[in-house]
């Protein structure tokens, strides 16, 4: 046998690491395709196409609230009000369509407003006043779910007009197999997010505050100005976000965006997004809410109670955090 010369055997090193690489820094794509092999052999359902678009139809609202969360968490904080600013904002926005008689246009922009307003203040209470983001974020928890119940009076606003269906309900192609437009908006926000986080000044500052804020302070990064921006523009993500589930219900109710913060953060945690913050990218977020969906997706499919499956959600996150514990030592 002929022996391998240095060239070939430098060539299957630099294949293996490349592998090793990629499994570590998106082991959540091949625990997707895993989790998909498992389900297709349990359910001749699962792969149709109907059921794929279904799964990516589902996971594009939390997947982008995700993209806000990921911004914060690479900054090392985390916010528990996105999902309140979701279910507040698309009640507004239904409530000036459907009593105040608002163009929708209107809406939409009030409605993203109030979202960069209650962003804006938790990063403002956070970078500037030094409270705790979990204090912090937690209050404007309470204050958007409050004001969710005061705009809907703790009731549906059914019926959104027209001119708003295409943004949760639309697809490229036809409903019978179109693609949903919800789902090319996730896709071109995670590429825009993408580009900000690594080309970008601000996506620099971001990670530079995630690894060490005190140090990127006496780098010259202004902190404070750099936090209350990445709080702002995720509160304006989740009204986004709150707006496109708003049109695929179409209707508003004090149950929508329900715990959407914490599977933005399993979603980003699970994707590999460090909660030390400044380890991570942004679209392994994306792949974090797609595995969250399809794993109770096939949970419906296989009539798992669904009195289980918070349980399961629940396990899902601890585990996703002692990894993530885990990654962080060994570094």
Known sequence: MG?????????????????????????????VIVLGIIYAF???????????????LQSSAIAIVAIGQAMILL????????????????AFAAWMMKFAGADPLFAVLAAMGFGC????????????????????????QLVGMGLARIVTNASPIPAM??????????????????????????IVMYV????ISRR?????????????????????????????????????ISAFGGLILLSRLDSAAVTNGYQYEFDAIISCVIGGISLAGGKGKVI?????????????NGMTMLNVHPFIQPVLKGLVLIGAVAIDVIRNRKR
């Open 75 to 90: 900054t090392g904080d985390f916010d528990l009000s996105l999902g309140q600013i979701v279910c507040f904002t698309s």
């Open 161 to 186: 007009p027209r001119e708003l269906e295409w943004l949760g309900r639309g697809f490229i192609g036809g409903a019978d197999w179109g693609i949903p437009i919800s789902v090319i908006i996730m």
């Open 117 to 140: 307003l209650m962003g804006a203040c938790n990063g403002f209470l956070i970078a500037c006043c030094k409270i705790p983001a979990f204090v912090a974020t937690l209050g404007m």
């Open 3 to 31: 022996s391998v010369s240095p060239e070939g055997r430098l060539n299957r090193r630099s294949i293996v690491k490349g592998i090793s690489l990629f499994t570590r820094n998106y082991a959540i794509v091949v625990a």
């Open 200 to 236: 970008t000044r601000l996506g620099r500052n971001i990670y530079a505050i995630g690894g060490s804020s005190e140090a990127a302070y006496f780098s010259g990064i202004s902190v404070k100005k750099n936090k209350v921006a990445v709080f702002t523009i995720a509160g304006a």
């Open 284 to 296: 392994q977020a994306l792949f974090g809410a797609i595995f969250l969906t399809l794993f109770f």
């Open 192 to 195: 825009l997010f993408m580009f």
């Open 42 to 56: 349990s359910s001749e359902y699962f792969l149709s196409f109907r059921n794929i678009r279904n799964i990516l």
